[in-house]
C-alpha cells in the first residue's frame, strides 16, 4: 500500500519569506512518480511538478524548487521570496509507473498563508 | 481545448436520491478518473478507467458506479445518496503512453447531502 504524509497542516508566514513544504512517502514500488499540486482559494488542482523515481536531481522552477531524496523517502517542496498568490493547499502525491491501474495518492495537504 | 469538464458545479441531494456527475474531456486521454476530497484527507480515488469499456475501483468505491462507453466521458453515479457523501468531487484525465504523466483536473462538483 502507498502513503503520502504531509505532517504540516498549515503554515503562515509573512510577504517574502521562505516556505518548506515536507512531503514524506512510502511505497514498496521501486519505480514510481511524485508530484505536487497547488490548490488556490477558488478550488481548482493546479499541476507545479511530477519527479519519477529515476531521477534523484533537485529542480528549480523560478521562485519554486523541489528536494527529492530517496534515501529518506522524501520530496520536500520550496517556494522562496513568498507572496501574497501564493497562498494556497498543497498537496504532494504519488503513483504507480505502470500502463494500467495508475492511481494517485494524496497526502492531506499543507494549507499556506502568505501575509503582506 | 476545453480540457476536462465538470457539471453541475454544485448539487444539493436528499438523503436516498440518486445522481450523475458529469465528465468530460476532449484530450483523448486513455485514462480517466474520480476522487473525492474531504477536509484534511486530500484527494481519494474512488473509480478509473484506463479506457473505453474497462473500469476499475480506487480506495473508496462503495456507494458509487461509473461506466467509460466512449473515450471522452466518465460519469460518476450516487446510487442512494448519503450524508457520508458530502464533498468535492474531482474528474481527472491523462495520456497513459509514457506512464503517467500530469493529470488534467476539472473543476470539480461541490455536493452536499442532507
Known amino acids: 500500500a502507498q502513503k503520502v504524509t504531509q505532517a504540516q497542516t498549515e503554515i503562515s508566514v509573512v510577504e517574502k519569506e521562505d516556505v518548506t513544504l515536507d512531503c514524506v512517502y512510502e511505497t514498496r514500488d521501486t519505480t514510481y512518480y511524485l508530484f505536487w499540486y497547488k490548490q488556490p482559494p477558488s478550488g481548482e488542482l493546479v499541476f507545479l511538478i511530477r519527479r519519477n523515481s529515476f531521477d534523484e536531481q533537485n529542480e528549480i522552477s523560478g521562485r519554486y524548487s523541489w528536494n527529492f531524496q530517496k534515501s529518506t523517502s522524501s520530496f520536500n517542496f520550496t517556494i522562496t521570496a513568498s507572496q501574497v498568490v501564493d497562498s494556497a493547499v498543497y498537496f504532494c502525491a504519488l503513483s504507480q509507473i505502470k500502463a494500467a491501474g495508475n492511481k494517485l495518492t494524496f497526502g492531506g495537504g499543507t494549507r499556506v498563508l502568505v501575509k503582506p | 481545448n476545453a480540457g476536462v469538464t465538470q457539471t453541475p458545479k454544485f448539487q444539493v441531494l436528499k438523503t436516498g436520491q440518486s445522481m450523475t456527475l458529469q465528465c468530460a474531456q476532449d484530450?483523448?486521454?486513455?485514462?480517466m478518473s474520480w476522487y473525492r476530497q474531504d477536509p484534511g484527507m486530500g484527494l481519494r480515488l474512488i473509480h478509473y478507467s484506463v479506457g473505453a469499456g474497462i473500469t476499475d475501483q480506487g480506495e473508496v468505491p462503495n456507494g458509487y458506479n461509473v461506466s467509460r462507453s466512449t473515450t471522452e466521458d466518465f460519469p460518476l453515479r450516487l446510487l442512494s445518496a448519503a450524508p457520508s457523501q458530502t464533498s468535492v468531487y474531482f474528474c481527472a484525465s491523462t495520456p497513459i503512453r509514457g506512464g503517467l504523466g500530469e493529470q488534467f483536473f476539472g473543476p470539480g462538483t461541490r455536493l452536499t447531502v442532507l
Open positions: 484530450m483523448n486521454h486513455e485514462y
